[in-house]
T-cell receptor, first 109, second 112 residues
């Protein structure tokens, strides 16, 4: 079946450093989303990015369909960026999202 | 804008107990989902419903029942809680034809 692999599993950075999160898909990419989850909180959609590059403030998402991958770049990280980032691919036949296991990001002062 | 409400926020049960979790959305979305989140395992789909009175099994449906009583509400029942079980159950909804899913705050389950 379809699988979504995220890397790294966890990432610890100093405030101000850049973060790079990766997502790889085992089958052809339909569309994908990046979600953010604060500890103990719900999921918030960060990007819907089926292809190409999108930017929102310090966050940039790049999806390369042919290579079946998507990345999330956080520049000049802040302590409030800490949390878990999940990517998910849409299975259109069944109308459901398939999630990766997440990357836990910790930003230290 | 809209909101997804999940009740209860915390649920403590006993082994073998039948437990029901509720989800309400006022987006007027067609499709609703129940996911289970375990530490280090991402989200796994339990049940989803494309429209009112529809039910579709996800990857983790065994041990659960679901009910889509009306368009705005979707309930999940743990048929027999397992001892030492601890997980977060997340409800989500989306408009059919749109890709973005919106999530509720979650119900945290602990079985003693």
């Amino acid at each position: 079946g379809q699988q979504v692999q995220q890397s790294p599993t966890s990432l610890v950075l100093q405030e101000g450093e850049n973060a790079e999160l990766q997502c790889n898909f085992s089958t052809s990419l339909n569309s994908m989303q990046w979600f953010y989850q604060r500890p103990g909180g719900s999921l918030i959609s960060v990007f819907y990015n089926p292809s190409g590059t999108k930017q929102s403030g310090r966050l940039t998402s790049t999806t390369v369909i042919k290579e079946r991958r998507s990345s999330l770049h956080i520049s000049s990280s802040q302590i409030t960026d800490s949390g878990t980032y999940l990517c998910a691919m849409m299975n259109y036949n069944q109308g459901k999202l398939i999630f990766g296991q997440g990357t836990k990001l910790s930003i230290k002062p | 804008g809209g909101i997804i409400t999940q009740t209860p926020k915390f649920l403590i049960g006993q082994e073998g107990q039948k437990l029901t979790l509720k989800c309400q959305q006022n987006f007027n979305h067609d499709t609703m989902y129940w996911y289970r989140q375990d530490s280090g395992k991402g989200l796994r789909l339990i049940y989803y419903s494309i429209t009112e009175n529809d039910l579709q099994k996800g990857d983790l449906s065994e041990g659960y029942d679901a009910s889509r009583e009306k368009k705005s509400s979707f309930s999940l029942t743990v048929t027999s809680a397992q001892k030492n079980e601890m997980a977060v159950f997340l409800c989500a909804s989306r408009d059919w034809g749109q890709d973005t899913q919106y999530f509720g705050p979650g119900t945290r389950l602990l079985v003693l």
